[in-house]
Nanobody, 121 residues
Framework: QVHLLESGGGLVQAGGSLRLSCAASGRTGAMGWFRQAPGKEREFVAA????????NYADSVKGRFTISRDNVKNTLYLQMNSLKPEETAGYYC?????????????????WGQGTQVTVAS
């Protein structure tokens, strides 16, 4: 069993930055970040393979967000720069049993409770 705990969310002005963290307990494979705004479906943000050698980003965040992981600390990160008001959402960390890159929700086995990111205009 894997438990995931996100942190680092909060209120930021448009154009600002936040760094999300996800502490994992247990053995994880590939990991990813998703987000969900009220009334909308959960959407893919970024993913990383177990080794960290492969990453993938949603087109909307490319060049602004960076996903990384520290397997010694068993922690996943998401550096978010140039944030936009429309990116206000709950951000969720996910872990897969498979070590290869995963980009869809159904490929992930474990989910955190989420951390709220609010971007003020």
């Amino acid at each position: 069993q894997v438990h995931l705990l996100e942190s680092g969310g909060g209120l930021v002005q448009a154009g600002g930055s936040l760094r999300l963290s996800c502490a994992a307990s247990g053995r994880t494979g590939a990991m990813g970040w998703f987000r969900q705004a009220p009334g909308k479906e959960r959407e893919f943000v970024a993913a990383i393979s177990w080794s960290g050698s492969d990453t993938n980003y949603a087109d909307s965040v490319k060049g602004r967000f960076t996903i990384s992981r520290d397997n010694v600390k068993n922690t996943l990160y998401l550096q978010m720069n140039s944030l936009k008001p429309e990116e206000t959402a709950g951000y969720y960390c996910a872990a897969a049993s498979d070590r290869r890159l995963q980009i869809t929700t159904w490929q992930y086995d474990y989910w955190g409770q989420g951390t709220q990111v609010t971007v003020a205009s």
